[in-house]
């Protein structure tokens, strides 16, 4: 019986030869996935929002944005802030964070900017103020 029915199985089967140009297509265009927003809290999501640009564009000092698109922590709050108030207000939090947490003798974000070597911990701050912003419920 398995003998004929495998032979059945076979009869159904179409042994026409393949066409790879079917099969084979160039590269795909994926669409970027939406950004995962892990926070609730306005001033948290602002924060990470920016965090996230900073990851993107990239991080410079001295200036709110650079020729190649990077930006510094306020230029990135800025740009990702709903009105000037929200980025006063998020740039407020964050130098209180700067100052508690990091370089009590932080003046500004500015001058605590510009004193930083690369982005690594630019990012991490704006990660951390996120994380505590949305703490606070804020």
Same mark, same amino acid.
């Given at each position: 019986?398995?003998?004929?029915?495998?032979?059945?199985?076979?009869?159904?089967?179409?042994?026409?030869?393949?066409?790879?140009?079917?099969?084979?297509?160039?590269?795909?265009?994926?669409?970027?996935?939406?950004?995962? #927003?892990?926070? &609730?809290?306005?001033?948290? @999501?602002?924060?990470?929002? %920016?965090?996230? *640009?900073?990851?993107? =564009?990239?991080? +410079?000092?001295?200036?709110?944005?650079?020729? #190649?698109?990077? &930006?510094?922590?306020?230029? @990135?709050?800025?740009?990702? %802030?709903?009105? *000037?108030?929200?980025? =006063?207000?998020? +740039?407020?939090?964050?130098?209180?964070?700067?100052?508690?947490?990091?370089?009590?003798?932080?003046?500004?974000?500015?001058?605590?900017?510009? *004193?930083?070597?690369?982005?690594?911990?630019?990012?991490?701050?704006?990660?951390?103020?996120?994380?505590?912003?949305?703490?606070?419920?804020?």
């Amino acid at each position: 019986r398995l003998a004929l029915a495998a032979l059945a199985v076979d009869a159904r089967i179409n042994i026409e030869p393949l066409d790879l140009a079917d099969v084979i297509r160039g590269p795909v265009e994926i669409p970027p996935a939406p950004a995962m #927003q892990p926070y &609730r809290t306005p001033m948290a @999501a602002l924060l990470h929002r %920016a965090h996230a *640009r900073v990851l993107r =564009d990239g991080w +410079c000092a001295d200036r709110l944005r650079d020729e #190649q698109g990077a &930006r510094c922590l306020i230029g @990135a709050i800025r740009a990702e %802030a709903g009105s *000037r108030r929200d980025a =006063d207000d998020a +740039c407020a939090f964050l130098l209180d964070i700067i100052r508690d947490e990091f370089d009590p003798t932080a003046e500004t974000i500015a001058s605590w900017n510009a *004193r930083q070597r690369d982005g690594h911990m630019p990012a991490r701050i704006l990660g951390h103020a996120a994380s505590r912003a949305d703490a606070r419920g804020i």
